[in-house]
């Protein structure tokens, strides 16, 4: 009898030792989750102002001030300077001068590009206006095309008061960028009208559109960094950031008490300080944290309320548990889109003109057209050894194939996206 006691245990133990081996994946420690490295570079005057205002996420991610004026640079624990362009501006701003930013930043694009090697995603942020912030930020992101992260812009626009000649500068600037990035984000300072009070003061001002944007930026830095509770992994993330030119919706909404779920949903899809209030995304990615008492009621009313809005779009979310909330609930909202979405400009009468312009030129072309008659339909390729356009007829068959293997392409994509982060097999 005894031995049978004997032998049962030592099944039991064997058996137990055999499944914490199977297990083990599933309990490795946090540390051994892919933590994505994270650069946050403020280029010029305002950029640098918001990165030195960050908080909580000094230790998540790697934060540098760019700038060509060494009083820009406030020592900070915590924040890297990079100080460029001396030859070119002596150590001071540029005094609007986007073309001697370019050739500052362009003297130094050998350092410039070291400082992205070995990142999984760097986030650029300009206020733009200036001479540094809108004329050196277009060599740093093209410094990091080749870096094989993702890039993600945050720029703001001045505020009207500052001038036309500002908002220029800006506005030309933030074209190009929108271009190069993979996903950008654009906070006009004068939406800062829509939430504070008419007699604030100027540098108030600034520091409100600071911290609401670095809210946002610190609430992405958690998605990302913190991987394990969240269903949502740093694949997901490229998956929402990739492609050039997408411009991005990002926003955080914290509520407590018994209609805390509904307030959320209220505040979350429409944050005042962004130029576009209705915007429609192609992908969305939220995660819903709260402390304990997190209801799967509130995650449906939430979930829902976000997917009510974006119909169409393709959408990855996450359930995280956050002791330190206790009785809120706070959801970070991403989302973006393809299509550009059309600067404001300054004043109406300008678009007006523009308008009646473009509406000259339109029957001019018109009528030009009439005239000529349809060429056969012809595709670019682009031709590596001449570096120009050259433009190929292809065949019927040839243009189906094309079209095949772009629908396959499509095919997979999409079936990757209907399985759950924490389901998808980890390459
Ligand atoms: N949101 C926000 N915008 C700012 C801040 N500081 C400046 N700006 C805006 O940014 C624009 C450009 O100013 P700076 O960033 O100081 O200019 P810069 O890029 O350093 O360029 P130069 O000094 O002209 O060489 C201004 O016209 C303001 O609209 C800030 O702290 N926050
Ligand atoms: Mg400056």
């Known amino acids: 009898m005894k031995s049978k006691k004997k032998k049962l245990a030592k099944r039991v133990k064997k058996l137990v030792k055999h499944r914490k081996k199977v297990l083990a994946p599933a309990s490795f420690p946090a540390e051994s989750f892919f933590k994505a490295k994270i650069k946050v570079i403020g280029i010029g005057g305002g950029g640098g102002s918001i990165v030195s205002e960050i908080g909580r996420s000094l230790n998540r991610a790697t934060f540098v001030i760019a700038d060509t004026d060494v009083r820009a640079f406030k020592k900070r624990r915590g924040i890297k300077y990079f100080l460029f362009g001396q030859e070119a501006t002596h150590g001071l701003g540029t005094g609007l001068n986007t ?11 050998e350092k410039i590009t070291k400082l992205f090697s070995g990142q999984d995603i760097v986030i650029f942020i300009a206020s733009l206006g200036g001479g540094v912030g809108s004329g050196a930020t277009q060599t740093f992101v093209e410094s990091a095309k080749n870096f094989g992260g993702i890039t993600f812009g945050i720029f703001t626009l001045p ?31 004068e939406r800062i009208f829509k939430v504070i009070q008419a007699n604030t003061a100027i540098t108030d001002a600034f520091s409100t559109v600071n911290k609401s944007l670095i809210e946002s930026l610190e609430s992405l830095i958690d998605l990302i960094y913190s991987p394990g509770i969240i269903n949502i992994d740093f694949a997901d993330l490229r998956t929402i950031l990739s492609g050039t030119g997408s411009q991005a919706f990002l926003n955080t909404a914290e509520a407590f008490g018994s209609d805390r779920a509904e307030k959320v949903v209220r505040e979350i899809l429409h944050n005042p300080l962004y130029q576009n209030s209705n915007f429609k995304a ?5 995660n819903i944290a709260g402390g304990g008492n997190l209801s799967m009621f509130e995650v449906d009313k939430i979930s829902k309320g976000i997917a009510a809005d974006n119909q169409s779009a393709k959408i990855i979310f996450g359930i995280s548990k956050e002791p330190h909330l206790k009785n809120k609930i706070k959801t970070t909202l991403l989302m973006t889109s393809q299509p550009a979405i059309p600067i404001q400009k300054v004043k109406k009468t300008v678009v007006k003109k523009q308008q009646v312009k473009k509406e000259k030129s339109k029957k001019i072309k018109k009528k030009k057209l009439k005239k000529i008659t349809p060429l056969p339909v012809m595709l670019p390729v682009f031709n590596v050894l001449n570096q120009k356009p050259e ?14 293997i772009e629908e396959n392409k499509k095919t997979k994509q999409e079936e990757e996206w209907e399985i759950p982060a924490f389901l998808r097999l980890k390459k």
């Open 159 to 189: 505020f009207k008061f500052e001038g036309k000649n500002k908002y220029k500068i800006a506005t030309k600037a933030l074209k190009g960028l929108r271009k190069s990035l993979n996903v950008s984000i654009t906070i006009p300072n």
């Open 282 to 286: 192609q992908k969305v990615l939220f």
């Open 99 to 109: 073309d001697l930013a370019k050739k500052a930043a362009e003297s130094e694009k």
């Open 391 to 404: 433009p190929v007829r292809r065949s019927a068959l040839e243009v189906r194939e094309a079209q095949e």
